[in-house]
């Protein structure tokens, strides 16, 4: 054997432990790079990692980090070293050799326009992400090109590389932190209770409307046990729906008397849905509590909404029935009717009469319902003979039917109230005419006064048509009318009862009803009485 | 001209039901009236009458126009009959009920004699 392939393979074997040791020294250099520039998401700090360990391989004498500015579609300098940013951004190196460069994704030399010496070293080490273009590193070094060799290439490429993909996580970090404060201030700004608990009971989520809602004093209630932190009624309530929850997937509205302190009671809705994750696996309840009183308020002025708008279309109906029936008779006694024929003409004209005064007499209950309404329906008390104003109201309305028997019981030493005399007239012309339309002719109609204590009772007492238990409560409601073909014949605005109930309510008093169907109806009038206060 | 038309005329309020027939008889119509809808059926599916065009209010207490059209449409005897409605239901949505449960036309009060006279020799061909 000689000796000569030996000393070859010596030489070979040297060289090649030598090769291994600087690559393992390479290696261990590069873990140690990476390391600094990966550990943490700050941008700056990022950043100002890269350029150190960049510095270490290449002694630049400046250097600007030129990223990628998606809204300007240009590259930018995010970073400088050894010259000012301005500079750097007015002096941005040809677009067209940076993208050769960025594609190529390697460190490379860049040809130095400037004549004078000493001659610098120019060179770009592109930035390379994982999706999209990053940027690159613009150098500048007093060094020639002696240190633009493989092993420092390897390393550079190594760097850039680890400094994208931690640019990027910062990236992604950001819009990450972005998308979870967006989620956190809809959860905090929601106009809603919401607590998130998991299949043990622990409370993942809790926002400031539930603390409210619920009156919970602590702020840090997450990880415990919703029975540590909801009062003893709400956790029965709550352990009540996790089994609905669980099996129907949801529950809806069920309302909830809670009342943390206890003098404030409040009607909370609580609905609840399963919490699944992407995989449809049930891992906790969503609750979402809400004040019903905002709800119910809503309710009321939809529903005050809804009675406007009725009222309107009822007004209307009121008003173009007899406005119809005038027309229709005018034009029958111009272009129909015999001009020879008395008889016929006055018969129109009667009929156009009453339709008439029944039409004035709705406008006149409209404008008294509509200040009524308005606030504006004002009463001035006097002291005034109740007697009196019975008596001159039943004669007036005697002038027109002379076919009821009205009997007055009245005790002789009632002294005079305090009262609004018109309204308090407007009051007995409505009742007593009403006993006289829904009562047979003949029939008897008794007015009765009844002095107790502090106070005034006055019936009104008819053997009329009377009226259906199942329609007393809404008989002063506006525009209600009994809803029979009898009644229906009786012209009526169904605005009186409304009136004088509000008249009766606004001199103190209360007026309620007393009937039965087809043997009469009994309206009980109460007034304050006798308190000389009252009377001015 | 042919034999005497038949209207009849359906409404709560007996003023509108007496002009009505006065006017109609006028214009030389024979007139039936009814002052509820369970009338106006009775005389609508009562063989003896032969009726040519109804004029329907809908505010009727117990049954209303809309119920007595739907009755009417059921029938084979009164369902080709043209129905017009009479009312002071002025806003949209109750015109658009009318004609949706199978009124014919549509009148609303008040009105001008002459405007429905018109409508109903349409319906009368």
Same mark, same amino acid.
């Given at each position: 054997?000689?000796?000569?392939?030996?000393?070859?393979?010596?030489?070979?074997?040297?060289?090649?432990?030598?090769?291994?040791?600087?690559?393992?020294?390479?290696?261990?250099?590069?873990?140690?790079?990476?390391?600094?520039?990966?550990?943490?998401?700050?941008?700056?700090?990022?950043?100002?990692?890269?350029?150190?360990?960049?510095?270490?391989?290449?002694?630049?004498?400046?250097?600007?980090?030129?990223?990628?500015?998606?809204?300007?579609?240009?590259?930018?300098?995010?970073?400088?070293?050894?010259?000012?940013?301005?500079?750097?951004?007015?002096?941005?190196?040809?677009?067209?050799?940076?993208?050769?460069?960025?594609?190529?994704?390697?460190?490379?030399?860049?040809?130095?326009?400037?004549?004078?010496?000493?001659?610098?070293?120019?060179?770009?080490?592109?930035?390379?992400?994982?999706?999209?273009?990053?940027?690159?590193?613009?150098?500048?070094?007093?060094?020639?090109?002696?240190?633009?060799?493989?092993?420092?290439?390897?390393?550079?490429?190594?760097?850039?590389?680890?400094?994208?993909?931690?640019?990027?996580?910062?990236?992604?970090?950001?819009?990450?932190?972005?998308?979870?404060?967006?989620?956190?201030?809809?959860?905090?700004?929601?106009?809603?209770?919401?607590?998130?608990?998991?299949?043990?009971?622990?409370?993942?989520?809790?926002?400031?409307?539930?603390?409210?809602?619920?009156?919970?004093?602590?702020?840090?209630?997450?990880?415990?046990?919703?029975?540590?932190?909801?009062?003893?009624?709400?956790?029965?309530?709550?352990?009540?729906?996790?089994?609905?929850?669980?099996?129907?997937?949801?529950?809806?509205?069920?309302?909830?008397?809670?009342?943390?302190?206890?003098?404030?009671?409040?009607?909370?809705?609580?609905?609840?849905?399963?919490?699944?994750?992407?995989?449809? $696996?049930? !891992?906790?309840?969503?609750?979402? &509590?809400?004040?019903?009183?905002?709800?119910? =308020? /809503? %309710?009321?002025?939809?529903?005050?909404?809804?009675?406007?708008?009725?009222?309107?279309?009822?007004?209307?109906?009121?008003?173009?029935?007899?406005?119809?029936?005038?027309?229709?008779?005018?034009?029958?006694?111009?272009?129909?009717?015999?001009?020879?024929?008395?008889?016929?003409?006055?018969?129109?004209?009667?009929?156009?009469?009453?339709?008439?005064?029944?039409?004035?007499?709705?406008?006149?209950?409209?404008?008294?319902?509509?200040?009524?309404?308005?606030?504006?329906?004002?009463?001035?008390?006097?002291?005034?003979?109740?007697?009196?104003?019975?008596?001159?109201?039943?004669?007036?309305?005697?002038?027109?039917?002379?076919?009821?028997?009205?009997?007055?019981?009245?005790?002789?030493?009632?002294?005079?109230?305090?009262?609004?005399?018109?309204?308090?007239?407007?009051?007995?012309? $409505?009742? !007593?005419?009403?006993?006289?339309? &829904?009562?047979?002719?003949?029939?008897?109609? =008794? /007015? %009765?006064?009844?002095?107790?204590?502090?106070?005034?009772?006055?019936?009104?007492?008819?053997?009329?048509?009377?009226?259906?238990?199942?329609?007393?409560?809404?008989?002063?409601?506006?525009?209600?009318?009994?809803?029979?073909?009898?009644?229906?014949?009786?012209?009526?605005?169904?605005?009186?009862?409304?009136?004088?109930?509000?008249?009766?309510?606004?001199?103190?008093?209360?007026?309620?009803?007393?009937?039965?169907?087809?043997?009469?109806?009994?309206?009980?009038?109460?007034?304050?009485?006798?308190?000389?206060?009252?009377?001015? | 001209?042919?034999?005497?038309?038949?209207?009849?005329?359906?409404?709560?309020?007996?003023?509108?039901?007496?002009?009505?027939?006065?006017?109609?008889?006028?214009?030389?119509?024979?007139?039936?009236?009814?002052?509820?809808?369970?009338?106006?059926?009775?005389?609508?599916?009562?063989?003896?009458?032969?009726?040519?065009?109804?004029?329907?209010?809908?505010?009727?207490?117990?049954?209303?126009?809309?119920?007595?059209?739907?009755?009417?449409?059921?029938?084979?005897?009164?369902?080709?009959?043209?129905?017009?409605?009479?009312?002071?239901?002025?806003?949209?949505?109750?015109?658009?009920?009318?004609?949706?449960?199978?009124?014919?036309?549509?009148?609303?009060?008040?009105?001008?004699?002459?405007?429905?006279?018109?409508?109903?020799?349409?319906?009368?061909?």
């Amino acid at each position: 054997m000689s000796t000569e392939p030996i000393k070859a393979d010596t030489h070979f074997l040297r060289d090649t432990i030598y090769g291994l040791t600087e690559q393992i020294d390479l290696l261990t250099i590069l873990q140690d790079l990476s390391k600094k520039i990966v550990s943490g998401f700050d941008f700056d700090q990022i950043i100002n990692r890269f350029l150190d360990v960049v510095k270490e391989v290449v002694n630049y004498n400046a250097c600007a980090l030129f990223l990628y500015n998606e809204d300007l579609k240009t590259y930018r300098v995010v970073s400088s070293r050894g010259g000012p940013m301005k500079k750097f951004n007015d002096d941005v190196p040809d677009n067209k050799i940076v993208d050769w460069i960025i594609k190529e994704g390697r460190w490379t030399p860049i040809p130095n326009e400037s004549k004078t010496p000493p001659k610098k070293f120019q060179s770009i080490l592109p930035l390379c992400g994982m999706i999209k273009k990053l940027g690159f590193l613009f150098m500048i070094s007093d060094q020639d090109e002696h240190c633009y060799n493989k092993t420092n290439m390897t390393i550079l490429s190594f760097i850039a590389d680890q400094a994208g993909i931690a640019l990027e996580n910062q990236n992604l970090y950001v819009q990450l932190n972005d998308s979870r404060k967006y989620i956190n201030n809809i959860v905090e700004s929601i106009n809603n209770g919401i607590v998130a608990i998991d299949l043990s009971g622990e409370i993942t989520l809790i926002n400031k409307n539930a603390t409210a809602i619920l009156g919970i004093e602590s702020g840090d209630v997450i990880g415990k046990s919703y029975r540590e932190v909801f009062t003893d009624k709400l956790t029965k309530k709550i352990d009540s729906l996790i089994k609905k929850i669980i099996n129907q997937g949801y529950v809806i509205e069920t309302r909830f008397e809670h009342s943390p302190y206890k003098e404030f009671p409040i009607t909370i809705g609580i609905n609840a849905s399963v919490l699944l994750d992407d995989n449809n $696996n049930k !891992i906790g309840i969503i609750f979402v &509590f809400r004040d019903m009183l905002a709800s119910m =308020e /809503i %309710q009321r002025l939809l529903q005050q909404d809804e009675m406007k708008s009725e009222f309107v279309s009822n007004v209307s109906h009121e008003l173009r029935t007899p406005l119809s029936i005038i027309k229709s008779y005018i034009e029958a006694i111009l272009d129909q009717v015999d001009p020879e024929d008395y008889n016929t003409q006055r018969d129109f004209l009667n009929v156009v009469n009453k339709e008439t005064d029944r039409l004035s007499g709705l406008v006149n209950d409209l404008l008294d319902i509509s200040r009524i309404e308005s606030g504006k329906y004002k009463i001035s008390l006097t002291p005034v003979s109740l007697p009196e104003i019975i008596q001159s109201v039943i004669d007036n309305l005697k002038s027109e039917t002379d076919s009821h028997n009205i009997i007055t019981r009245i005790p002789s030493d009632l002294k005079p109230i305090s009262a609004d005399r018109d309204k308090m007239t407007q009051v007995f012309i $409505n009742l !007593i005419n009403n006993a006289i339309k &829904f009562s047979p002719e003949g029939g008897e109609i =008794e /007015i %009765q006064v009844i002095i107790m204590e502090k106070m005034l009772l006055c019936l009104i007492k008819d053997q009329g048509i009377g009226i259906a238990e199942e329609c007393i409560p809404r008989i002063f409601d506006k525009f209600y009318r009994v809803d029979t073909s009898d009644t229906y014949e009786i012209p009526g605005t169904g605005l009186g009862l409304p009136i004088v109930k509000h008249i009766i309510k606004s001199h103190g008093g209360e007026i309620t009803v007393k009937s039965e169907l087809n043997r009469g109806s009994e309206f009980i009038l109460s007034l304050p009485y006798g308190d000389s206060k009252q009377i001015k | 001209m042919g034999e005497k038309k038949t209207i009849l005329i359906v409404d709560d309020m007996p003023q509108i039901r007496n002009i009505l027939r006065f006017s109609l008889k006028k214009e030389g119509y024979n007139v039936i009236l009814a002052s509820s809808g369970r009338i106006a059926l009775d005389h609508a599916f009562d063989e003896s009458n032969s009726i040519d065009l109804i004029l329907l209010d809908i505010m009727m207490p117990k049954m209303d126009g809309y119920e007595v059209m739907r009755q009417l449409r059921k029938v084979d005897r009164t369902k080709e009959i043209p129905i017009i409605f009479l009312t002071a239901k002025a806003q949209q949505k109750d015109v658009i009920k009318g004609l949706e449960v199978g009124g014919n036309d549509y009148v609303v009060k008040p009105y001008r004699f002459d405007d429905l006279n018109k409508k109903i020799q349409k319906w009368l061909g």
